[in-house]
């Protein structure tokens, strides 16, 4: 049965909602759609501070260098974490970083500053990559999939490692560091939250062995919970507890039928070209682990539309559907929601005023059914 003896204690919790950050142009979608929508670094403050009203508790930004399927523009994430995070109260941004790309000793520092000047907000997304341009552009090797894990797992380790009070040493086959004892130390305790995109085989062993919270890209609930049951073996093998998080690309409209044909239009005015080139660069990524379990090994070309196949989750309907789904999310497990919208003028506080509410009650109305 999807989610039997899954993650329990954090059932009790309420689940939580992050949102995209819109700092990539082009938005969360590789169509021609109408969208309005911003993604400068004031429209992102601005949409940070509403947020964090709204009742999201996360924020994640996307790392991106180069543009090549839409998203031909782009701010870079660490450095906007941090004016997001001065600009907020309670909001906690979410930072996505490549290993290849940044030294985990450098980003450990930076993160402890980020942390400080947030009051312990600050938190990472270690993503292994899978876009190759990117990294030739740069000039930086490109490993093939499961060194990416090797690599990214070393780089959680020295993280973790800088985090912690007395020198450390590391010998490992991508990074060293020698005695090295950061001061101040992070406020957040025992160090920033580690959440990890990346869905293969690697990815979930890596997920059980060092990260805090297991992202997973758009599934249906049966695929989603099978994820939420191996990763919460693997770790409690390990003597860990993980948290998941899922991506998901809301659409709510006052009937089911406008929010699909909304999902139909996005789709039926994909850019032919930038999809085609998305397709063939993630052949880097999910389908190239062989396991078929990656990131977009299962996706069909309408899927990649949302390029984290955020339609897949199911968040397309009225308020109440929604609700229902989200609600569905939580049974298996789930303990965040990412949502990304077509419309961020106007759908994150939609999404904020009119379904975070509608969940909250249905979540008292379960806790004092279990309470009677
Ligand atoms: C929620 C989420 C966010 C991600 N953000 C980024 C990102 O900002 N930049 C990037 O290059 N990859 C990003 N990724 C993809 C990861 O790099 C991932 O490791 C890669 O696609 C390989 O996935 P696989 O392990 O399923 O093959 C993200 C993945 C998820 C699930």
């Known amino acids: 049965m999807p989610g039997e003896g899954v993650n329990k204690v954090s059932q009790a919790e309420p689940i939580r909602f992050a949102y995209w950050v819109s700092n990539l142009s082009g938005g969360q979608v590789v169509s021609d759609i109408e969208q309005s929508t911003g993604w400068s670094t004031e429209y992102n403050i601005s949409l940070a501070q509403q947020a964090e009203k709204l009742g999201f508790e996360y924020a994640l930004t996307a790392t991106r260098f180069l543009g090549g399927y839409k998203a031909e523009g782009q701010h870079e994430s660490i450095i906007l974490t941090t004016a997001m995070l001065q600009a907020t109260k309670k909001l906690r941004v979410i930072a996505a970083v490549l290993p290849g790309i940044w030294s985990p000793a450098l980003l450990a520092k930076l993160a402890i500053t980020a942390d400080h000047l947030s009051n312990g907000r600050w938190a990472v997304n270690v993503v292994s990559g899978w876009f190759k341009d ?173 390029p ?13 559907q929604i609700t229902e789904r989200i609600l569905q999310l939580k049974q298996i497990g789930i303990d965040l929601v990412l949502v990304g919208v077509l419309n961020y003028d106007w759908e994150l506080t939609q999404f904020g005023e009119q379904i975070i509410p509608l969940v909250r009650q249905a979540e008292q109305g379960d806790s004092s059914q279990q309470a009677a």
């Open 134 to 306: 990117e990294f030739t552009a740069m000039g930086e090797p490109w490993l093939e999939h499961d060194e990416r894990y090797r690599r990214s797992e070393e780089f959680i380790q020295v993280l973790k490692g800088l985090w912690q009070p007395d020198p450390f040493t590391f010998k490992g086959d991508f990074y060293r560091v020698n005695e090295l004892a950061y001061k101040p130390l992070p406020i957040q305790k025992p160090h920033p939250e580690i959440f990890q995109g990346g869905n293969s085989s690697a990815a979930r062993q890596m997920a059980a062995r060092v990260s805090d919270w297991y992202f997973m890209n758009g599934a249906s609930i049966d695929v989603l919970a099978a994820q939420v049951r191996e990763v919460s073996q693997e770790a409690a093998r390990h003597g860990r507890k993980v948290k998941f998080a899922v991506n998901a690309f809301v659409i709510a409209r006052d009937t089911e039928a406008e929010a699909l044909a909304v999902r139909d239009d996005i789709i039926r005015l994909a850019d032919p070209e930038a999809l085609d080139g998305f397709a063939k660069a993630v052949q880097q990524a999910g389908l190239a682990t062989g396991d078929k379990l990656g990131m977009w090994a299962q996706s069909r070309k309408q899927d990649l539309v949302q």
């Open 308 to 320: 984290n196949d955020g339609f897949k989750t199911g968040l397309i309907g009225t308020r109440e």
